[in-house]
């Protein structure tokens, strides 16, 4: 397949999950590693298949400077996906240590707006492309107040996004998953990556864990 693909996220099971199910479909992928705190954005050494790209998602220079290094690579990106996933420290809120906070925002939401924006221009600039948001989030009753932040204030810039180009000549979606299997809900990105014509733009694509597809206008 010569769709050119880039992922971005932090180390989490869906992202792994992402970039090996796309490299066996034969997609030229790309994967930008998070380098701040933990190890990368939990891919591992997968194979020859998957490029490997450095990402401080804190800086706005590394988020173009990934693209430049794909794109050079790769002559240009079809599709990239940004994912986002909770954090979910064990520690109570008002416990946190400040460096805690400082760091969920650099990864999590400087990260987010420094690469859309670069993937914005980029496919504007092309007149064509393809960006969705991922967000996937494990089964718990309780989500902690740092991961409603964070995964809200996802949601909402991608809410701001889809509007916002509605009428650009490239394709905005979303897909979310609350309590799914990682491999499942990779899977029924996966699929939709392989279509010719994608589709669902300016929408959440809601995983519900079976097989079905569910498009949404929001998923709140």
């Not at 992202?15 to 790309?30: I, P, Q």
């Not at 590394?62 to 794909?70: N, P, T």
Request: hydrophobic content about 40%.
């Amino acid at each position: 397949m010569n769709k050119s693909i880039l992922i971005t996220g932090r180390a989490a099971p869906i992202t792994a999950e992402l970039t090996m199910r796309a490299a066996a479909k034969g997609f030229t992928l790309a994967t930008a590693a998070d380098e701040s705190g933990d190890s990368g954005n939990g891919v591992g050494e997968l194979d020859e298949r998957v490029r490997y790209v450095g990402w401080n998602p804190a800086l706005p220079i590394s988020a173009r400077r990934v693209l430049q290094e794909v794109c050079n690579a790769f002559e240009r990106i079809d599709e990239a996906l940004v994912v986002c996933t909770p954090l979910a420290p064990g520690t109570p809120f008002h416990e946190l240590p400040p460096v805690v906070l400082q760091d969920a925002v650099d990864r999590a939401v400087s990260g987010a707006l420094y690469m859309s924006k670069e993937l914005i221009g980029y496919f504007a600039r092309r007149e064509a492309g393809v960006l969705s948001f991922v967000v996937h989030l494990p089964e718990r009753e309780l989500r902690t107040p740092l991961d409603a932040a964070v995964v809200g204030g996802f949601e909402r810039l991608a809410d701001g996004l889809f509007e916002l180009y509605a009428n650009e000549p490239l394709v905005l979606r979303g897909f979310r998953s609350a309590g799914s299997d990682p491999r499942e809900f990779a899977e029924h990105i996966v699929a939709h990556l392989e279509e010719e014509s994608p589709r669902g733009s300016g929408k959440w694509l809601r995983h519900s864990g079976r097989s079905n597809l569910f498009a949404f206008g929001s998923s709140h």
